[in-house]
């Protein structure tokens, strides 16, 4: 490799590493997605004036049809759609890896047991997330069921499929046997098909970040195995932010990753988990919530997948503008695991232009909850609901959630009274300070934004 492709390989790295510190805030995560995208644009240019390639019209046949998708998918995907699609790349990323370490194995004979080592890891991480990522998807977009898939030795047949795997990883090592290789790559697959399986949908934030994690460390193998300093780079930053986000994301579930992983969360619920409704609801009009609103001096605003679906980012936007004009705090609480992917909250409004200042972190907006007037809840089920804090026997108890109920008023926007992605009944919706605002949240929010300007 010259010295000039070093060279610009370590200032793609600095680009990536500048590019990811950027994101971790919205007001700079415009300008941290395009240093980090133009790091590995010059990357892979630097790439291509290698020696050892070959043909170029292939490389150039992929990257076309690959940028016409990429665009596609950009622009026609839907917000709602956004957590199947990041699923989506996390499965693409760790397929890439095990078809590196494939073609690896293919093409050339290994000699060195550290290379065999990182095929080996390369091709098993990558098909463990791109089969478990599928299943993700499946999920998230509910073309399977987002409850649990458990059956009796579950666990014990995930360890003997880990053993396969370890077992002819190291046969395979020593004798080259392509057949053995087959297999391991089977395992492997097979292995993240089970292990997403059987994991409820409440936990899918969790998975995504952790199939994230996932991906890049099979980028990271995978760069050791074509001895690529840029992609081992690139693939331990997005490994250890990926860890570093999950393990955040279980503490705000107040839960281990273990038990994310094997408690098959879901699966049943009990006395205090229930999907049935527990009492009677007090239903409101948007007439009579715009009443409300109009008397009150602060409001929280509580968004939750039902905004995403609605698409009511925009509706509520403008029913905080002119809240506010109207001289009213207004405030919006972020859960962190709220909707379906980690940030998802914060991508919808920040697409609906909300200031970033406006928005709180559950820690912030809790202990002043009892002075908010009205805490307006726009589809969030789990996040909030009460059990989480009062009822052992919930599968949600421990979980930190947004304590809305100790408003002095709520209001709960949902199309019906279907329980949420978790599958269990919010008592919440029960309360005496709680009202129902039934129907479409965007038509429902657009109706209250027309009351305030008559």
């Not at 292939?58 to 956004?82: C, E, N, P, W």
């Not at 329980?419 to 039934?438: C, D, E, S, W």
């Amino acid at each position: 490799m010259s010295m000039i492709q070093q060279l610009v390989y370590i200032a793609a790295s600095l680009l990536l590493i500048i590019g990811l510190k950027r994101l971790s805030s919205p007001a700079t995560a415009r300008q941290g997605n395009f240093l980090s995208a133009f790091g590995m644009l010059i990357a892979l240019v630097v790439t291509l004036f290698d020696q050892s390639i070959l043909s170029y019209q292939g490389i150039l046949l992929g990257l076309g049809i690959g940028t016409v998708i990429g665009v596609f998918a950009a622009r026609l995907v839907a917000m709602t759609a956004m957590p199947e699609m990041v699923a989506l790349l996390n499965g693409f990323g760790g397929a890439s890896s095990l078809f590196v370490g494939w073609a690896v194995v293919a093409t050339a004979p290994i000699s060195s047991m550290i290379t065999s080592i990182t095929v080996l890891i390369s091709v098993v991480i990558g098909g463990l997330t791109f089969s478990g990522s599928m299943i993700a998807w499946g999920k998230l977009s509910e073309k399977i069921g987002s409850k649990p898939l458990l059956f009796w030795g579950q666990k014990y047949l995930n360890l003997f499929i880990l053993l396969i795997i370890v077992i002819n990883g190291v046969l395979w090592a020593q004798s080259m046997d392509i057949q053995l290789f087959y297999l391991i790559i089977s395992a492997a697959l097979l292995l993240g098909v089970l292990a997403v399986v059987s994991i409820g949908g409440g936990d899918m934030p969790v998975v995504i970040s952790l199939l994230n994690s996932y991906s890049g460390i099979a980028a990271c193998a995978a760069g050791f195995v074509i001895e690529n300093m840029l992609l081992i780079v690139a693939g331990a930053l997005v490994g250890a932010s990926g860890l570093i986000l999950t393990n955040i994301m279980c503490k705000s579930m107040n839960r281990s990753l273990r038990n994310v992983l094997f408690s098959g969360f879901g699966s049943e619920t009990s006395s205090g988990g229930s999907s049935e409704q527990e009492g009677e609801v007090n239903p409101i009009s948007s007439s009579d919530a715009y009443l409300i609103l109009e008397a009150a001096q602060s409001v929280m605003i509580v968004p939750g997948y039902g905004m995403a679906v609605a698409q009511a980012q925009h509706a509520i936007k403008e029913l905080s503008e002119l809240m506010e004009n109207n001289g009213k705090d207004v405030k919006f609480a972020i859960h962190p695991v709220a909707g379906r992917m980690p940030g998802h909250m914060n991508v919808l409004l920040a697409e609906a232009d909300v200031p970033y200042d406006q928005l709180y972190e559950m820690d912030d907006v809790n202990p002043i909850m009892e002075s908010v007037d009205v805490c307006l809840v726009i589809g969030a089920n789990d996040v909030v609901n009460p059990d989480a804090l009062q009822s052992p026997e919930s599968p949600i108890y421990g979980m930190p959630i947004i304590e809305v109920s100790r408003a002095k008023t709520v209001f709960v926007l949902k199309r019906s009274m279907n329980v949420g992605f978790a599958g269990i009944q919010n008592p919440l919706f029960f309360k005496p300070n709680t009202r129902m605002l039934f129907g479409d949240a965007k038509e429902s929010l657009n109706n209250v934004v027309v009351e305030f300007k008559e």
